[in-house]
């Protein structure tokens, strides 16, 4: 059995990465993209910055740095912006939100989730099974 687990920290990150990045890019960042593409941009106004500005902020973290976080690509590098947009989202959009969802009421849940996860990540860093990794080898 020990043999069986002796890769479990690169085998975690894989699962982090892949699982994490996957559900943030397409979940999230997707549906974001589409909105700043189509132009109908539905977003708050944070930080004195206007809603497009913040929106495509959002957008390069939950969609593109959640894309190298997926593949293992420069992911604790990847991973800073997904975190602080997750910390954002946790401690200012949903600050009043409740923590755990109720049926058809919003909560900052899946934020500090994703928070929680990238934290992990960044820690971790991309394991062998990456393209940080392959590409280290040459």
Request: aromatic letters at 10%; a positive charge; zero cysteines.
């Amino acid at each position: 059995m020990k043999v069986l687990l002796k890769n479990e920290k690169d085998l975690a990150s894989l699962i982090l990465r892949a699982g994490l990045g996957f559900f943030m890019a397409f979940g999230h960042g997707l549906g974001k993209l589409q909105m700043l593409i189509s132009g109908d941009i539905q977003f708050a106004a944070l930080f004195g910055l206007s809603p497009t500005i913040n929106l495509t902020m959002a957008v390069l973290a939950e969609f593109f740095a959640a894309l190298l976080v997926l593949v293992g690509l420069k992911t604790r590098l990847a991973a800073l912006p997904v975190i602080i947009t997750m910390a954002v989202a946790v401690f200012i959009v949903h600050f009043s939100d409740p923590l755990f969802a109720a049926s058809g009421g919003g909560s900052k849940e899946f934020a500090a989730i994703y928070l929680i996860g990238y934290l992990g990540i960044f820690l971790l860093g991309s394991g062998k099974y990456s393209l940080d990794a392959l590409i280290g080898k040459k």
